[in-house]
């Protein structure tokens, strides 16, 4: 899609159900992230002093540094607030963060870390479908594919935009701050 057409769907698309989708979608454009990528990203994943991100196990499992648009500096401050927020109630009530394979088996204390939270917390928690434990995980896909489905239909941009095609509109229009 043109670069003025994605200009107006990013405009266009708002959050949903309480979740910073604005901003991740913004992210998939400013990165050139897949959808899942900024909703992966732990707080120990950002380094917003220097304006990058640490993408861990991206496609063909590779981690990758990017850079962040200035331009989102402020909102990503400010959800990494909310996420403390989160966390700290977490913590209050002994609630971990879901972390990967076996990392809480080596490291106990991990799920427990602040450096392991996740930058865009679900806002409830879930079960754990191996350990059964309740866990905090990260927001699904769901909602972002949501807000941009929205803001398509408000475009008549229905079969054309998808989170994914901020990617590569990303590739087309790097200039875009």
Known sequence: ISREVTLQLLDTITDVAGYPTRLITRMLYGCGLRVSEPLNLRIKDLNLPQSKLIIRGAKGGKDRVVTLP??????????????????ERDAAHGLPVEVPGQLARKYPKAPHSWQWAWVFPSRTPGKHPRTGQTVRFRMHEANVQRAVKHAARALDLDSLATPHILRHCYAAYRDWE
């Not at 959800?79 to 966390?87: C, G, L, N, T, Y």
């Open 70 to 87: 200035c331009s989102l500096s402020a909102a990503l401050e400010t959800q990494v607030k909310h996420a403390r927020a989160i966390w």
